[in-house]
């Protein structure tokens, strides 16, 4: 896992995500679609109502094609220790 402050561009170790209940139901819809044929190697923007602000989610693995990845996202996962391979 990763979580980066797009901000600062420093990787978290934790964060706390408070939803309504439509945004809620917005990032299974996320992850559904994630996890399906046409979610790989893609990402999803959850924004709230007035889009002020917003979280990106992807699924990646060291063993799939991090073509899609910018350059500083290929580091994270390079670096990143507790990827699950399939």
Same mark, same amino acid.
């Given at each position: 896992?990763?979580?980066?402050?797009?901000?600062?561009?420093?990787?978290?170790?934790?964060?706390?995500?408070?939803?309504?209940?439509?945004?809620?139901?917005?990032?299974?819809?996320?992850?559904?679609?994630?996890?399906?044929?046409?979610?790989?190697?893609? &990402?999803? &923007?959850?924004?709230?109502?007035?889009?002020?602000?917003?979280?990106?989610?992807?699924?990646?693995?060291?063993?799939?094609?991090?073509?899609?990845?910018?350059?500083?996202?290929?580091?994270?996962?390079?670096?990143?220790?507790?990827?699950?391979?399939?």
């Amino acid at each position: 896992m990763i979580i980066l402050d797009e901000a600062t561009n420093k990787n978290l170790t934790n964060i706390t995500i408070l939803l309504t209940r439509n945004e809620a139901s917005q990032m299974i819809g996320c992850l559904e679609d994630l996890l399906s044929e046409a979610g790989q190697n893609t &990402h999803y &923007h959850l924004n709230n109502d007035s889009y002020s602000k917003e979280i990106t989610i992807a699924s990646y693995d060291k063993i799939g094609c991090l073509d899609n990845f910018s350059e500083k996202y290929k580091k994270l996962i390079s670096a990143d220790e507790t990827v699950d391979t399939p």
